[in-house]
């Protein structure tokens, strides 16, 4: 089954402590993305990755890092979270090389809470 | 820079109606138009992908169409049932220089609420 998986679903934290939200997709997929969803700002796009070793910088990126060393993984680390940073947060999929206009799959979200 | 926008911001119907949810963009340049679902602090599942050369694309009780000249599609619910109540987003891809990338753009949804 096509899937994107995202740990932990929910997650409370402290402002100041690391840490990492994960992210994988069993679908060969080469552009991943993650992106937070507010009450009345919407979906906005953080950081994506277009390959391996390939990622760049979304609308929303500052307080946030990502790494692609597998083309199925793209975690998404928050070094020092904020409380500006409590949001739901989700991963996303879609092939991108020589297809466009195909299907985005997402991951079922991450709740974060930064008190 | 594309806008998408959905309406109305909220919909509450008795079981059983047909209904149409509007979304509308500005930048008809677009290779293709999704359709999503998400049910409260839950994920975003994917109802319909339209292609931007398809007209109309049909799954169960839903019906989706394109008119990308106008900047246009609608999500058409038949007879819908309290269990279709959740929020419905739609997105497009974003072009820049031609290349549809993965990045989407979404519209704020529509908060569908079915009563029985």
């Known amino acids: 089954e096509a899937q994107v998986t995202q740990n932990p679903r929910y997650l409370i934290t402290v402002t100041g402590k690391k840490l990492t939200v994960t992210c994988s997709q069993n679908m060969n997929h080469e552009y991943m993305s993650w992106y937070r969803q507010d009450p009345g700002l919407g979906l906005r796009q953080i950081y994506y990755?277009?390959?391996?070793?390939?990622?760049d910088k979304g609308d929303v990126p500052e307080g946030y890092k990502v790494s692609r060393k597998e083309k199925r993984n793209f975690p998404l680390i928050l070094e020092s979270p904020s409380p500006n940073q409590t949001s739901l947060y989700f991963c996303?999929?879609?092939?991108?090389?020589?297809?466009?206009?195909?299907?985005?799959?997402f991951g079922q979200g991450t709740r974060l809470t930064v008190v | 820079k594309q806008e998408v926008t959905q309406i109305p911001a909220a919909l509450s119907v008795p079981e059983g109606e047909n209904l149409v949810l509007n979304c509308s963009f500005t930048?008809?340049?677009?290779?293709?138009l999704q359709w999503f679902r998400q049910d409260p602090g839950k994920g975003l599942t994917s109802l319909l992908l339209?292609?931007?050369?398809?007209r109309e694309q049909t799954s169960g009780r839903l019906n989706a169409s394109l008119d990308k000249s106008s900047g246009r599609s609608t999500l058409y619910i038949a007879a819908s049932q309290p269990g279709d109540s959740a929020t419905y987003l739609c997105a497009v891809p974003t072009n820049a220089g031609g290349t549809s990338y993965g990045k989407l753009t979404f519209g704020q949804g529509t908060i569908l609420t079915v009563h029985p």
């Open positions: 990755s277009m390959n391996v070793e390939v990622t």
């Open positions: 930048d008809s340049a677009i290779y293709n």
């Open positions: 996303a999929s879609t092939r991108w090389q020589g297809a466009p206009g195909t299907e985005a799959f």
């Open positions: 339209i292609q931007s050369s398809q």
